[in-house]
């Protein structure tokens, strides 16, 4: 008999089903005083951790000291030869049966017990070489019969080889079930991608994946200046289909639903932020860890969450295969709070004339919007603005004001749903939703919007052109704080706000919804953070409809909400020109910490009381306590509250529009409006191939320093504009820059000339590519794949987040580490070093003096743990080295580094 110790469930899995005589056990749920009973009988043992002896060394000492046959291996693919070392048994030995464990599968398991068994008790049974197993192949199954959309569905090779493809299954029994055709395909990994398996994606209209990130390592040098390389998905993106995350946790189903937040730590990186990195679109958990009777996990799936995902690809897959006149398209604005005179409200965009330009776009490209399309389509030819003309039509249509709604103005309103036909939706939700909703609203149909009593319809706020509708967002509810209730994480959606989303997909049968501007309310109906459930308010609404949201590029924190909340395809759009009262000092900060509060929130929980206490500080510093009405800090239970509190405060300060106007979807600026802009974004130090400041400031370059009085600002100010208005007239030419900067004092002129330089070859260029917003959403309405890109205030350095029209993604490698983390990597160096000098305190002193310093220390940093803690490992190797980051203020983002102020041990050897 032979005992596997591995922390590779897959190897246990397929030693299990190899059919060979092995005890199976991970050291990593192995209770030590277990390990007696399993060595019991045992002639040889075969050790397989990821890690080195320090991992496991009590367990490692037990089992060498067996008096057994040991073989010790790593948990990589490659040979680990610190570990092999601490076999009992001859190096080619071990070398070989690692090739064995690293190929993988039941018949190399078999052969590696014959192997073993041959060589090291001379059995004399005979055995195989380490067979190759192909990298990648299909699922064999039988395919369906229909001629439905095909959803290609990646999962690991791994899960192919031990037999563990239950949830696969599943998955492409729900996606057959819905009207698809499904190609489950396993792989190694999407790191190297075979061109036989790419050719057969080709094939597919949408694709399903469960194996990790394909792009790379360092996202953070894409496209600003850095290594295009750097994250790579330019075979997956020529696919050009949506590629959707289908989340296989970590954790059992009951972990997950018990679990307010939805996804552990490990799974919100490795499942939801990493894969925005490739531009999929974040659906659902579907299958589970879970344990079976010898102990052993295997993924159990869950038919109803399959259903969701395999619901939520097949919709993207349709619009492919469905014509432009035949696409049913919804466009939703906002209305926060619920005014007539806020209907359309975005941060940072003209929603009227973007949704006219988006309607005209839409009916170029063959949609019908019937005879009479929507007022304003076709200019007015009056001086109302075409954008006026419609959002009046929709007024008048009915609205939702409470201070204007009238029962004539309810009862004149055609698009209704027939209170029957909502309590059969009502009934298809989860208990514990349905009882909420009537908690609050009453018994469906409800009260608000209905035109009859309790069994009338529910009327909506729409208007109707051929397939295209074109609503307002029903609001959360009424009371004296609309404000409130909007983000209020515990009022579940009205029965009028479900109804409207409902009819969309059943009644109107709407291919796709378009949401007009940051943001709605939908993402921040109650439920799980993450990794929704069938209860959960956004899921239940939206049900399977792929949902398009051009949304602000420099607003990543709410964003993440729709992107993970509603599996929204974002496209991100340009800041206005001057146009939004930008948060600044303490505003800036708090935003910023509130943004650090959502992500530990998800992926690092433990330190929330250290970043609600800096809240709180920064609050009573500044005194926002006193505007906010808050007389004392919340207790732990009701902090959160209040941050959605502070939240709503923020944006109604952030919402403030100055100077000139608002951005118009797919519109690049030009003339004085870009002037503004670039002159802006020239302020900042820009953050370019990959170093902080390595493009000054424009005021800088002039010779701006922080100290400089007033006056100077002002003088050198009106230059910097002078300097950009030059540009602009000679229409940004590279080779205009030195005659523009002619008359610029000769100390200085290098300087400004490399600025403006910088501005004709980098920035304006990508301000021109703005008008691919437009682009970007008529091709997520074709079905297309959308380019993922980072997200942040193009007026603060970060050129890279341009051009826009992109699927941001939300977590900045660029603000790694976190000055919370920081003080956690202190923390952890302090702790390392203690720990090594106690272990080698000398025993002449009786242990009681502490011991030499260590000569080197080595650290293995993980980029999905550098992500979900804010860069805690980093942190950790700069205090190792003696030296602090220094933090750009404005971005949060380290941009440097200073000899540490604690010398004390720093220096004394290397990293």
């Known amino acids: 008999m032979i005992l596997l110790l591995s922390t590779s469930d897959t190897d246990l899995l397929s030693a299990r089903s190899c059919g060979a005589d092995y005890r199976l056990a991970n050291p990593a749920r192995l209770e030590l005083s277990e390990l007696s009973g399993l060595l019991d009988g045992a002639s040889i043992v075969v050790v397989r951790i990821l890690g080195t002896e320090?991992?496991?060394?009590?367990?490692?000492r037990t089992v060498r000291e067996s008096g057994a046959h040991?073989?010790?291996l790593g948990g990589e693919q490659s040979p680990d030869a610190e570990l092999?070392?601490?076999?009992?048994?001859?190096?080619?030995i071990a070398t070989e049966a690692h090739t064995y464990l690293a190929h993988g599968g039941p018949e190399n398991l078999a052969q590696l017990h014959r192997f073993l068994s041959d060589t090291l008790l001379l059995t004399g049974d005979g055995f195989e070489p380490p067979a190759e197993q192909p990298s990648w192949g299909l699922l064999p199954r039988q395919e369906s019969a229909g001629d439905g959309p095909l959803v290609a569905i990646l999962y690991y090779r791994?899960?192919?080889?031990?037999?563990?493809?239950?949830f696969v299954h599943t998955l492409a029994d729900q996606v057959e079930a819905a009207g698809g055709r499904a190609m489950p395909i396993y792989c190694a990994s999407l790191r190297s991608r075979e061109p036989e398996m790419m050719a057969e994606l080709e094939k597919a209209d949408a694709m399903l994946v469960t194996v990790l990130a394909a792009g790379g390592t360092r996202p953070s040098e894409v496209g600003a200046g850095g290594d295009d390389e750097a994250w790579d998905v330019a075979e997956l993106a020529a696919l050009d289909i949506p590629t959707l995350q289908a989340m296989c946790l970590t954790s059992d189903r009951d972990t997950w639903l018990d679990n307010d937040e939805g996804l552990s730590p490990m799974d919100a990186g490795n499942q939801m932020a990493v894969p925005e990195f490739d531009g999929r679109l974040i659906t659902v958990p579907f299958s589970f860890k879970e344990l079976d009777e010898d102990g052993l996990p295997h993924y159990v799936p869950d038919p109803e969450r399959a259903s969701r995902v395999a619901g939520i690809a097949l919709a993207h897959a349709r619009l492919r295969h469905t014509a432009p006149a035949d696409r049913r398209v919804a466009l939703m604005l906002s209305a926060y709070p619920t005014k007539h005179s806020r209907v359309g409200n975005a941060v940072g965009l003209d929603t009227p004339a973007s949704a006219v330009e988006l309607l005209r776009r839409l009916r170029a490209q063959g949609y019908d919007l019937g005879p009479d399309a929507f007022p304003g389509v076709d200019p007015t030819g009056t001086d109302q603005p075409d954008g006026d003309a419609l959002i009046h039509a929709l007024i008048e249509a009915g609205g939702q004001d409470p201070e204007w709604l009238s029962d004539e103005t309810l009862a004149g309103n055609p698009i209704r749903v027939p209170a029957e036909r909502y309590r059969e939706w009502f009934a298809e939700l989860p208990e514990e939703l349905r009882e909420a909703m009537i908690e609050h609203w009453?018994?469906?149909?409800?009260?608000?919007?209905?035109?009859?009593?309790?069994?009338?319809?529910?009327?909506?706020?729409?208007?109707?052109?051929?397939?295209v509708v074109l609503m307002i967002?029903?609001?959360?509810?009424?009371?004296?704080?609309?404000?409130?209730i909007y983000h209020n994480p515990d009022l579940p959606p009205s029965h009028h706000y479900l109804a409207t989303y409902r009819w969309l997909e059943e009644e109107f049968g709407a291919h796709a919804v378009v949401h007009l501007g940051k943001h709605g309310s939908l993402e921040w109906l109650p439920g799980k953070t993450a990794g929704l459930s069938a209860a959960c308010a956004p899921d239940a609404v939206l049900g399977n409809l792929p949902m398009i949201y051009p949304f602000l590029i420099n607003d990543p924190g709410e964003g993440a909400q729709a992107k993970r909340r509603a599996h929204a395809t974002i496209v991100d759009h340009l800041v206005p020109p001057m146009a939004r009262a930008e948060s600044y000092g303490d505003i800036a900060k708090l935003?910023?910490?509130l943004d650090e509060h959502a992500n530990i929130s998800a992926m690092d929980p433990a330190k929330l009381p250290a970043i609600r206490q800096q809240i709180w500080t920064l609050m009573q510093a500044a005194k926002l306590d006193h505007d906010l009405g808050l007389e004392e800090r919340p207790h732990e239970s009701e902090f959160d509250d209040m941050l959605l509190h502070v939240d709503g405060w923020l944006c109604e300060v952030k919402d403030a529009q100055i100077r000139d106007g608002l951005h118009i979807l797919g519109a690049a600026p030009t003339g004085e409006a870009r002037v503004n802009l670039v002159l802006s974004m020239l302020r900042a130090n820009q953050m370019w191939g990959g170093t902080q400041a390595a493009v000054p400031g424009l005021r800088t370059a002039l010779g701006l320093t922080d100290q400089a009085p007033k006056s100077d600002v002002d003088t050198i100010e009106t230059t910097a504009h002078g300097l950009v208005a030059a540009m602009e007239d000679h229409d940004w030419a590279p080779t205009a820059v030195e005659a523009v900067c002619a008359d610029v004092p000769a100390d200085r002129r290098e300087a400004v000339a490399s600025v403006l330089r910088f501005a004709a070859e980098e920035v304006v260029p990508r301000l021109a590519g703005t008008s691919g917003e437009m682009d970007a959403v008529l091709h997520a309405l074709e079905g297309g794949y959308i380019p993922a890109g980072p997200s942040g205030s193009p007026l603060r350095g970060l050129v890279n987040v341009l051009p826009t029209g992109r699927n941001f993604y939300t977590v900045d490698p660029k603000a790694i580490p976190s000055q919370l983390a920081w003080?956690?990597?202190?923390?952890?160096?302090e702790s390392l070093l203690s720990r090594y000098r106690s272990d080698h305190a000398g025993a002449e002193s009786g242990g009681e003096s502490e011991g030499e310093w260590p000569r080197s220390v080595g650290l293995s940093v993980w980029g999905t743990s550098a992500m979900r803690t804010s860069g805690d490992d980093a942190a950790e190797v700069l205090a190792l080295l003696g030296v602090r980051p220094v933090w750009d203020e404005p971005r949060g983002a380290s941009r440097g580094s200073s000899r540490s102020p604690w010398t004390n041990w720093a220096g004394r050897g290397s990293t």
Request: charged content about 15%; proline content about 9%; hydrophobic content about 35%.
């Open 54 to 60: 320090r991992t496991w060394p009590e367990g490692l």
């Open 70 to 72: 040991v073989v010790v």
């Open 84 to 92: 092999m070392a601490l076999s009992t048994v001859p190096v080619g």
């Open 158 to 166: 791994a899960h192919h080889l031990s037999g563990n493809t239950a």
């Open 442 to 467: 009453g018994q469906p149909p409800g009260e608000l919007y209905v035109d009859g009593g309790k069994n009338g319809d529910i009327v909506l706020a729409s208007l109707q052109a051929g397939n």
């Open 473 to 484: 967002q029903p609001p959360r509810g009424f009371g004296e704080n609309p404000v409130a």
């Open 591 to 593: 935003e910023q910490l």
């Open 823 to 829: 003080e956690t990597g202190q923390s952890l160096a």
